[in-house]
C-alpha cells in the first residue's frame, strides 16, 4: 500500500519571504502522480499543483513550485514571495496511475507572518 | 460555472442512527469520490461512482454505502454510526478517469 508522509506538522514564514514543505512517499509502482492541496479554513481542497511521476521536470505554478526526487521519493512543495491568503493546511497526496484513489498525508498548517 | 456543492454543511446524529450526505459535481462532470477527513488528519477515502455504480472503493467498513443519480449527483450513507464517524466528509467530482478531482467545501459531522 502507498503511504505519504508529512514531517512537518506546522510551519511558519515571513510574508514575502520563501518556505519549503516536505513530503516523502512510498510505493512499489513506477508510475503514479502527486499533487499538492491547500486548504483554507473554508475547509475545500484547492489543487496547488500536480507532478507526473514520469516527467523529470520540476512543475511550477506561479509563485509555486516543486523538487520532485524520484529515486529518493520526495516532493516538497516550494513557495516563494509568501502572501497572506497562502495560510492554510497544505496536504500532499499520491495517486497511482490507472487508480482513481487520493492518497494524503498528514497535512501541515502553514503561517504567515505579517 | 457551480462548483462541488454538498449539503447540508453541519450535522449532528447520536450513535446507532442513520445520516445520508448529498453531493452535486460541478457542471459537466460524471464522477463522485468522497473522502472522510478526522480531526488533524489528511482525507481518507471512501469510495467513487461512476455511471451509477461504485468503481472503486476504500477500506471502510459496509456501514458506509453510496448511491449516483442519473444526474450524476451522489449521496453517502452511514448506518449505525459510531462515535469514531465523527469527521468532516469531502465530495470530490471529476470528469471521466484520472482526471482531476475538485473538491466541494464538505459537511461536518458530529456523532454524540
Known amino acids: 500500500a502507498q503511504t505519504v508522509t508529512q514531517s512537518q506538522p506546522e510551519m511558519s514564514v515571513q510574508e514575502a519571504e520563501t518556505v519549503t514543505l516536505s513530503c516523502t512517499y512510498d510505493?512499489?509502482?513506477?508510475?503514479?502522480?502527486l499533487f499538492w492541496y491547500k486548504q483554507p479554513p473554508s475547509r475545500q481542497m484547492i489543487l496547488v499543483i500536480r507532478?507526473?511521476?514520469?516527467?523529470?521536470q520540476n512543475a511550477t505554478e506561479n509563485r509555486f513550485s516543486v523538487n520532485f526526487q524520484k529515486a529518493a521519493k520526495s516532493f516538497s512543495l516550494k513557495i516563494s514571495d509568501s502572501q497572506l491568503g497562502d495560510a492554510a493546511m497544505y496536504f500532499c497526496a499520491y495517486r497511482g496511475f490507472g487508480n482513481e484513489k487520493l492518497t494524503f498525508g498528514t497535512g501541515t498548517r502553514l503561517t504567515i507572518i505579517p | 460555472d457551480a462548483g462541488v456543492t454538498q449539503s447540508p454543511t453541519h450535522l449532528i446524529k447520536t450513535r446507532g442512527q442513520q445520516v445520508t450526505l448529498r453531493c452535486s459535481p460541478k457542471s459537466g462532470h460524471d464522477t463522485v469520490s468522497w473522502y472522510q477527513q478526522a480531526l488533524g488528519q489528511g482525507p481518507q477515502f471512501i469510495f467513487q461512482y461512476y455511471e451509477e455504480e461504485e468503481r472503486q472503493r476504500g477500506n471502510f467498513p459496509d456501514r458506509f454505502s453510496g448511491h449516483q443519480f442519473p444526474n450524476y449527483s451522489s449521496e453517502l450513507n452511514v448506518n449505525a454510526l459510531l462515535l469514531g464517524d465523527s469527521a468532516l466528509y469531502l465530495c470530490?467530482?471529476?470528469?471521466?478517469?484520472?482526471?482531476?478531482?475538485?473538491f466541494g467545501p464538505g459537511t461536518r459531522l458530529t456523532v454524540l
Open positions: 510505493t512499489s509502482e513506477s508510475d503514479y502522480y
Open positions: 470530490a467530482s471529476t470528469l471521466g478517469s484520472y482526471n482531476e478531482q475538485f
Open positions: 507532478q507526473e511521476a514520469y516527467k523529470q
